[in-house]
């Protein structure tokens, strides 16, 4: 039996990737306006805390799931997010920061080898998804 190996990223390492994948899948697609994709994204990311990386990333971690938290506006009780504000220099550097914190999570994966190999990729293409009908 391989011997597991933990990097700091706690007992689900997988789900924090598949958590990291969600959020940049929704903004590589390019479905909609960037402020909607970025508040899909954002929310992908919700159940995670910076706690949940390894030490040397927390810093990262924890501008990258801020940024939810920074476009929030509270008003007549309900929050809206404000994503349409943000520069363009935030949303790269969001999306930069996003990726860093992607590809640790992959190489560290990669690292604790072959505790996660049913990871690996299977070589089959991906299924376009189904478009649903609108209207009767």
Same mark, same amino acid.
């Given at each position: &039996?391989?011997?597991r190996?933990?990097? !700091?990223?706690? !007992?689900?390492?997988v789900?924090?990737?598949?958590?990291?994948?969600?959020?940049?899948?929704?903004?590589?697609?390019?479905? !909609?306006?960037?402020?909607?994709?970025?508040?899909?994204?954002?929310?992908?990311?919700?159940?995670?805390?910076p706690e949940?990386?390894?030490?040397?990333?927390?810093?990262?971690?924890?501008?990258?799931?801020?940024?939810?938290?920074?476009?929030?506006?509270?008003? *007549?009780? *309900?929050?809206?997010?404000?994503? *349409?504000? &943000?520069?363009?220099?935030?949303?790269?550097?969001?999306?930069?920061?996003?990726?860093?914190?992607?590809?640790?999570?992959?190489?560290?994966?990669g690292?604790?080898?072959?505790?996660?190999?049913? &990871? *690996?990729?299977?070589?089959?293409?991906?299924?376009?998804r189904?478009?649903?009908?609108? !209207?009767?």
């Open positions: &039996m391989p011997k190996v933990n990097l !700091g990223w706690g !007992g689900n390492h789900g924090k990737l598949h958590t990291l994948q969600t959020a940049v899948r929704i903004l590589a697609e390019g479905r !909609g306006k960037t402020a909607g994709r970025l508040e899909k994204a954002t929310f992908a990311l919700v159940g995670l805390r949940d990386f390894p030490p040397k990333l927390r810093k990262l971690a924890k501008k990258v799931l801020a940024l939810r938290g920074n476009a929030a506006a509270h008003i *007549y009780g *309900y929050t809206q997010f404000r994503f *349409y504000e &943000m520069t363009v220099g935030e949303r790269v550097r969001f999306v930069a920061d996003l990726l860093d914190l992607h590809n640790a999570c992959l190489i560290d994966i690292r604790s080898w072959p505790q996660w190999s049913f &990871m *690996y990729p299977s070589g089959e293409a991906a299924k376009p189904r478009r649903r009908r609108r !209207g009767g």
